[in-house]
């Protein structure tokens, strides 16, 4: 199995910026793609960034487009950040970290592995 362990969420101002961590640990072999997902309450959760690790291939929703940014510590491929910029009230949610076997799972909600979540606030 593939564990994923988040860190990084906390209440900031409307403007501000966090970096979301997610560590991996486990068979990391079975993971091509590491994604980004957030559930505000009572809405449903949403991909916002993945990137495919064989080919560093990168995927964002629009809404966050040139404001989030994923990336993967190269070196070990078992720690993908989320960079988030430019916060506004809507980005309120838990944001989850996952992990899929297959490459192409992108923004798609069929992943594999699921972290805890870590919780965003913004105000």
């Known amino acids: 199995d593939v564990q994923l362990v988040e860190s990084g969420g906390d209440s900031v101002e409307s403007g501000g910026s966090l970096m979301l961590s997610c560590t991996v640990s486990?068979?990391?072999?079975?993971?091509?793609?590491m994604g980004w997902f957030r559930q505000a309450p009572g809405e449903e959760r949403e991909g916002i960034a993945a990137?495919?690790?064989?080919?560093?291939?990168?995927?964002y929703l629009s809404d966050v487009k040139g404001r989030f940014a994923i990336s993967l510590d190269n070196a070990t491929k078992n720690t993908v950040s989320l960079q988030l910029n430019s916060l506004k009230p809507e980005d309120s949610a838990m944001y989850y970290c996952?992990?899929?076997?297959?490459?192409?799972?992108?923004?798609?909600?069929?992943?594999?592995?699921w972290g805890q979540g870590t919780q965003v606030t913004v105000s």
């Open positions: 990137i495919w690790i064989g080919g560093g291939q990168k995927y």
């Open positions: 486990g068979h990391t072999s079975r993971s091509n793609c």
């Open positions: 996952a992990a899929a076997r297959s490459a192409a799972a992108a923004l798609k909600l069929d992943y594999d592995y």
